[in-house]
């Protein structure tokens, strides 16, 4: 299966590096991936036309398009990679859970700088991510300890 054109089930495996032993195409579809790959791509307008063009944007588009699916499956790697496995004689780890979200924000960096190369070869500003504060500094007009409150 293949997301708007952009990369594909085989393609997130392979950053992955897994197969479908670990997980099938259809818990991949389940995922629903391209709802959230379309969000993620929306902040750079008419995307889906620089696709039906091969250009450097294209190609940066399929980068971030095959590292955000990863990342967004890697996020949920812990609960379908084996951790360990074993043939018989031979035991072997192939990771724990910060190991694959250590990986799933790697992925997800990557693809987000790639996004940030489109938008800035585009000549797009993009939207200030605002942090929200519930905390505030209030410096008062006069030094409470040494100033008496003004009478009325």
Known sequence: MEFFGLTSIKQIRGVLTVDESDIEDSTIEDYGLEDDLGRFLDVV??????????SKNTRRLKIAAKYFCAGMIGKRAQVFILKKSTDGSNEG?????????????GLLADAQAA????IED???TPEPVMPYSVIAISIPD?????????AR
Request: proline letters at 10%; a negative charge.
């Open 115 to 118: 996004l940030a190369e489109v």
């Open 122 to 124: 585009l000549g797009l």
């Open 93 to 105: 780890q192939r990771s724990d859970k910060d190991g694959w979200a250590w990986l799933a924000d």
């Open 142 to 150: 006069r030094d409470p300890i040494k100033t008496p409150r003004t």
């Open 45 to 54: 307008p008419d995307w889906e036309e620089l696709v039906k063009t091969p």
